[in-house]
């Protein structure tokens, strides 16, 4: 999942031989630990499930009856959260963003659907009424962690993520981003560059960039683009 995550970032061909030849891999023997579903087929977790949407849609395999799922896991609130089988009924940052991902993506590459773009919309909303990072009931920053810019981030939340999505869903600018915008702001180096904020856990075949409090290439592509959206 790290790995076709990664691949999709960087602009590998859906339609190359590698990929193709890869997919067909995966979609054949590739199972999940929960109980041996196929791997397109997606599990229970839709932390899970928004990334397979993601990577099956950038790869033209049908997860619309995983998306269909999903659409139908939608809190209360608007957004998601991985452990609403276990009882919880408040969305989560890092759940709503991988969804959100994934139903961008299944969007674009099926043109969705009215239902898809309402539920977009509502995790969207989510995220708006937080300022992007902030608890809805005080104000107080959500998480510390959620300031710190990771890559590869895998399915963990941080305002240069979600400013990132934004930006690729073709969003205008609003207010309630202007928080998160600053903190992007504040973090540019006197070199122009953003840091590697943190490294989270996964296996790697090799490393994307340098050790924590080093530059970042892709943090800093990350941050440019959205600031020249923001400002554009």
Request: charged share 25%.
């Amino acid at each position: 999942m790290h790995t076709l995550q990664t691949l999709q970032i960087f602009g590998l061909d859906p339609a190359s031989e590698a990929a193709r030849r890869a997919i067909a891999l995966v979609a054949e023997h590739g199972r999940w630990e929960h109980a041996g579903q196929r791997y397109f087929h997606g599990e229970v977790e839709p932390c899970i499930n928004g990334r397979t949407i993601e990577a099956g849609a950038y790869f033209a395999v049908d997860v619309a009856p995983i998306v269909d799922r999903i659409l139908g896991e939608r809190l209360a609130d608007g957004g998601w959260n991985c452990e609403a089988e276990n009882g919880s009924v408040r969305s989560s940052f890092d759940t709503t963003i991988t969804v959100l991902d994934g139903l961008l993506e299944f969007e674009r590459a099926t043109g969705g659907s009215a239902a898809v773009r309402e539920a977009r919309r509502s995790g969207e909303e989510y995220l708006l009424e937080r300022s992007l990072f902030r608890r809805k009931s005080t104000a107080e920053v959500a998480n510390s962690a959620y300031l710190d810019f990771a890559f590869p981030y895998y399915w963990r939340y941080d305002v240069l993520r979600a400013l990132d999505y934004f930006r690729r869903s073709g969003a205008e600018p609003g207010s309630r981003m202007a928080a998160a915008v600053e903190v992007v702001r504040s973090k540019r180096q006197p070199d122009g560059r953003w840091l590697l904020d943190r490294v989270h856990p996964g296996r790697v075949h090799f490393a994307l960039e340098g050790g924590v409090g080093e530059p970042s290439r892709w943090n800093t592509l990350r941050a440019l683009r959205v600031l020249d959206w923001w400002e554009g």
